[in-house]
């Protein structure tokens, strides 16, 4: 059964760094990319970053320049290091093995339950 976790979310001050992480189980990473998502109080769900089988990445806007995505194939988990984090960074964080959502993140056993971000400025 596919399940994914995420961890790492909390509170932090604008500039400041977290790194979070999605472990997958019932599945390998190896054979399916990852995805980054975000969703804020009232805003539609948004990419962040997608990190590919081959482990190569890509980032969307909000993530460019900042966030980094990388992979742990031992451990079966996938992370989101964000630097300079800034107040509109404020969200849910979720990861999930499809690139298809909705106006909500989740919603599917293929997304994790999302762990909060907080960035007070």
């Known amino acids: 059964q596919v399940h994914l976790e995420e961890s790492g979310g909390g509170s932090v001050q604008a500039g400041g760094s977290l790194t979070l992480s999605c472990t997958a189980s019932g599945f390998s990473i190896l054979v399916s990319s990852m995805h980054w998502f975000r969703q804020a109080p009232g805003r539609e769900c948004e990419a962040i970053s997608t990190?590919?089988?081959?482990?190569?990445?890509y980032y969307n806007d909000p993530a460019k320049g900042r966030f980094t995505v990388s992979q742990d194939k031992a451990k079966n988990t996938v992370y989101l290091q964000m630097n300079k984090l800034k107040f509109d960074d404020t969200a849910v964080y979720y990861c999930?093995?499809?690139?298809?959502?909705?106006?909500?993140?989740?919603?599917?056993?293929?997304w994790g339950q999302g762990t909060q971000v907080t960035v007070s400025s």
């Open positions: 990190i590919y089988k081959d482990g190569s990445p």
């Open positions: 999930s093995k499809t690139p298809v959502r909705g106006w909500s993140c989740g919603g599917s056993d293929e």
